[in-house]
């Protein structure tokens, strides 16, 4: 298990990479307001994959479930369904597209705030979120081979074709926004990483899973309805995350001007991939929770919690410190001064919320869904992704993009402790065995840490990359101390 989680994690440290090249890139070729306009689309855009119900999800579990027996004609019978569901699901995204895309023209592209957008700047809107819509539908099916993937453990290689994705979308982004400076350009390169994602994940299971068929052929009418019963609480966990984590785009535009989307999306750009970091370990847990359900290995399963869970608290304890402290210099440095006050309070009031989100979502979230207990932890997350719109929508016109912060954060920090909850009564794990053999020891190593950094800080302050670099390979190299020390120690 943990040579997968580690691949994951590799995978996820070259996509922060990535993404701290290509965010202020795109900003310095499009400008605050193109690029406001470029998250607008991606969060309307984004809606559409809620029409995927939970389909990928529920893939990964059927095909896990018949892994597990070693039923390849029930593995073929689930891929070949929920590539039938995918089809007909893509094809009615290609039609909502069409309705969204009238929202979108109506309430960002006519809107007060669209006034200083230049006539060129608005048709490649219109191009840009024609050509993403279809890009999402479309992604429907072509990313089920992951699901074929993930079902059989190989993640491994899974990551090595995602890491070429990477490398080609930062090779494209470079060159066609030098050459034109575009947002059809961007939405052009994500076309193109999704066709290579595609077909290099199934040139991996063709080699691999050869009893892995990717067609119609053994479409099973009567797999479909529990294939979709299982799915949809997947859907509501992708619509509370959706309204969690996707609209906040949509409520500052619809509001603010766009570069105010800007100023919020480079607050939050680093909780993307760090989720991603930590779905890692989630990745690898469900299909692991379905198998040691299928086997009654209770014991194991509880382990599994129980070890994961220190891990990934002391991961985001170590990140989160480090970016509530330092996160506002950081951005003066990476992306310019102005932005320590423009985004450094919205990075800092998610850091907070995240530090409980994070650790609930990358173990107990995705435990819960591989044993089959998908119903409360779906509803609960769609219950938070209500109050996140109902605060964010409250506070934006008063408290700009920190009201919008707010609304995200209470939200998580409920969430977190509710799933938490169910986690561990699943489980059997009362209070005292999940405080002293998870929580405390994090806690405890990460609290005189944080005191560190932070009078640090207060008496050197940072204002370069050289200084910003080497506090935090010093901060890092006294938590991996401590944590070795200390935390890695059972109770």
């Known amino acids: 298990m943990f040579k997968s989680i580690a691949s994951n994690w590799t995978l996820n440290l070259l996509q922060m990479g990535v993404m701290l090249w290509l965010s202020r890139f795109v900003l310095q070729e499009l400008g605050p307001d193109q690029n406001g306009l470029w998250v607008a689309i991606v969060s309307y855009t984004g809606i559409l994959s809620l029409l995927i119900l939970g389909v990928p999800m529920a893939s990964v579990r059927a095909i896990a ?80 081979p992951y699901g074929i993937l993930e079902a059989h453990g190989e993640f491994l290689r899974r990551n090595v074709v995602m890491a070429g994705e990477l490398l080609l979308r930062v090779v494209l982004t470079t060159l066609l926004l030098r050459w034109r400076p575009e947002l059809p350009m961007l939405a052009l390169v994500l ?17 691999r899973h ?38 906040d785009g949509l409520v500052i535009t619809a509001y603010l001007p766009p570069a105010s989307a800007t100023d919020f999306d480079f607050g939050n750009k680093f909780f993307d991939p ?86 609930v979502r990358g173990v107990a979230l995705p435990l819960l869904m591989g044993i089959g207990k998908p119903r409360a932890p779906a509803i609960a997350l769609l219950a938070m992704g209500l109050v996140n719109l109902a605060i964010s929508l409250a506070l934006v016109e008063s408290q700009g993009i920190y009201g919008v912060a707010l609304g995200t954060a209470i939200p998580n920090v409920l969430f977190a402790l509710f799933a938490l909850v169910l986690a561990c009564r699943e489980l059997s794990i009362g209070p005292r065995e999940l405080f002293t ?22 008496h050197h302050p940072v204002h370069d990359w050289p200084a910003l670099i080497l506090s935090g390979l010093v901060f890092v190299g006294l938590c991996l101390f401590a944590w070795r020390q200390w935390v890695r120690h059972p109770a």
């Open 65 to 144: 479930t018949a892994v597990a027996q070693k039923d390849e004609e029930a593995q073929r019978r689930a891929i070949a369904t929920c590539l039938g569901i995918c089809l007909a699901f893509g094809a009615a995204a290609i039609l909502a597209a069409g309705l969204l895309y009238t929202l979108f023209d109506a309430s960002v592209l006519h809107g007060e705030a669209a006034t200083a957008l230049t006539p060129e700047a608005l048709a490649g809107a219109r191009v840009a979120f024609a050509i993403l819509g279809a890009q999402v539908a479309c992604g429907f099916v072509m990313r089920l």
């Open 191 to 207: 076309v193109a990483s999704m066709l290579f994602e595609f077909f290099g994940a199934l040139a991996m299971v063709r080699a």
């Open 210 to 247: 050869p009893a892995a068929r990717f067609s119609l052929r053994s479409f099973d009418r009567a797999s479909v309805r529990p294939i979709l019963s299982f799915s949809v609480f997947a859907l509501l966990l992708n619509v509370g995350s959706l309204l969690a984590f996707r609209l």
């Open 274 to 359: 760090l989720t991603q970091f930590l779905i890692g370990i989630g990745a690898v847990i469900m299909p692991a929770a379905t198998r040691l359900k299928t086997s009654g290995d209770a014991g194991e399963l509880r382990e599994v919690f129980l070890r994961w869970s220190k891990i990934a608290l002391s991961i985001v304890l170590m990140v989160g410190t480090y970016l509530y402290v330092l996160g506002p210099a950081f951005l003066g440095v990476w992306v310019g001064p102005e932005y320590i006050e423009r985004s450094g309070p919205v990075l800092r009031v998610l850091t907070l919320s995240f530090l409980f989100y994070l650790p």
């Open 437 to 458: 053999r998870t929580l405390a020891r994090p806690l405890l190593a990460a609290t005189p840490l944080a005191l560190l950094l932070a009078f640090y800080e207060h």
